[in-house]
């Protein structure tokens, strides 16, 4: 028996209104939660064209080969910017004049794997052993109007397709807690003489790895408590009869980060000779969701954990394409973007996009537009910070590139250790000097 999905109706509709208009195909990515027992799907969204992109396929051939497998791969990474704790991409819709023959299935096994890895290599967190890990592939023939659902093991290489059902459902969107928090980073990355003629990014990924282990082994406050992680997230609440309306719960989630000390564990210190810094510190505005099923206390923990490391990841990630983008001048202090909060219509989630301090809203909208297919009015947005809130310092002693080029970086010469080793002892060398100057005076001395 494969995985079941429970859908909201207007997926349904919005993927049955999708009109091919003459081309060959249309694709885009299924938004949602997975479960245990089961995943639920609440957004779907078409991967927009690309502008270069205008071929006349008068005839509905359904001929996969022109499927761009870079373009979908990098809208699911913008998409995934965009999504708060507990939201994740769960697969891809096509949408065909024809049946899917199986050189077509073969090229749709290849995007749903490409596009997992993609969004995998920009994690500071690592899947568990628990997690689902099958991913759909949804397909829909626009002339018969038959629906193929089928499901990949994205973690197994050598996975062939399972088949999955696929069950609409009214009101799948409004069933969810929220979880909310504000977390005060302050991530200091000293720059040995090695690492600081690397790229500002690429010292800046490298001190998000250490602090990312500080998040995950944090303790998490649910309303002031500390749960155990197999309890209800719901115990304790109180429940009309017949109230269905569990959008009304909203936790407030304080994280206490520990120093990784205890009786039975060593720790050494470590001297290091720095060239520079990086520092990155602010307060960061943290959801997440989830559903209102069953929720276990360490479900809503790790929703929360990874939309901490993911928001920080983003943002830090954004400023980067920034400056490479548009050429910025070095500088010691650059601007993170802030967080901006946007209403799913019809839904209970809230989804998000990053704003620099000299974008307009109306940007903001166009973008959700472009990326997610979907209108929203400008007054929606919630701006949950403000301008400055989060900031990357840099304070380094040589000249080092913004971002990573993916060029080698040059050796340090040689000298420069054995420099730096004289600079260091400096001190003891010319106490041995004046040691041996007043041995060869007294000696002298007493010669005479």
Request: charged share 25%; aromatic share 6%.
């Amino acid at each position: 028996m494969g995985r079941t999905y429970i859908v909201e109706e207007s997926v349904g509709q919005y993927i049955s209104s999708i009109s091919l208009q003459g081309k060959s195909f249309v694709s885009g990515l299924l938004i949602g939660q997975c479960s245990s027992q089961k995943d639920y799907v609440i957004l779907a969204t078409r991967t927009p064209p690309k502008e270069e992109q205008n071929e006349n396929l008068k005839h509905p051939k359904a001929k996969l080969d022109t499927l761009d497998e870079e373009w979908v791969t990098e809208h699911a990474s913008q998409v995934s910017r965009m999504l708060p704790g507990g939201l994740v991409v769960l697969g891809i819709f096509i949408i065909t004049a024809l049946e899917l023959a199986d050189d077509f299935q073969t090229v749709l096994r290849r995007l749903i794997f490409s596009v997992e890895k993609s969004m995998n290599r920009k994690r500071l967190w690592t899947v568990t052993e628990e997690e689902v890990s099958e991913r759909v592939i949804l397909h829909l023939c626009s002339s018969t109007k038959k629906l193929s659902c089928r499901t990949y093991d994205v973690h197994d290489p050598k996975s062939s397709a399972r088949p999955a059902d696929w069950k609409y459902q009214n009101r799948v969107s409004t069933s969810w807690l929220s979880l909310e928090c504000t977390v005060h980073v302050n991530i200091h990355i000293p720059l040995s003489a090695t690492s600081v003629s690397y790229s500002l990014e690429k010292n800046t990924k490298s001190g998000l790895v250490c602090w990312a282990k500080q998040i995950e082994n944090g303790v998490y406050l649910i309303n002031g408590q500390v749960k155990d992680e197999d309890c209800d997230l719901l115990e304790g609440q109180k429940k009309s009869r017949g109230n269905t309306q569990a959008t009304a719960h909203s936790f407030d989630v304080r994280v206490l980060t520990q120093l990784p000390l205890s009786s039975d564990h060593r720790s050494t210190a470590t001297v290091q000779i720095c060239s520079g810094s990086v520092n990155l510190r602010g307060d960061v505005k943290c959801r997440a969701f989830i559903h209102s099923s069953r929720p276990k206390v360490k479900d809503a923990v790790q929703a929360v954990k990874r939309d901490i490391l993911n928001t920080v990841a983003d943002r830090c990630e954004i400023l980067f394409e920034d400056l490479l983008l548009n050429e910025t001048p070095e500088k010691k202090n650059y601007e993170l973007p802030h967080r901006v909060f946007i209403p799913l219509p019809g839904s209970a989630i809230r989804l998000c996009d990053y704003k620099f301090g000299d974008e307009s809203a109306e940007e903001i909208r166009d973008h959700f537009s472009e990326m997610l297919d979907h209108e929203i009015q400008v007054e929606d947005l919630e701006i949950a910070e403000e301008v400055n809130t989060a900031c990357v310092t840099s304070s380094v002693r040589s000249e080092a590139p913004l971002t990573d080029t993916g060029e080698e970086q040059p050796q340090q010469p040689n000298e420069t250790p054995i420099a730096s080793k004289i600079q260091q002892n400096i001190g003891a060398i010319a106490a041995i000097a004046v040691a041996v100057l007043a041995a060869g005076i007294s000696f002298h001395y007493f010669s005479d």
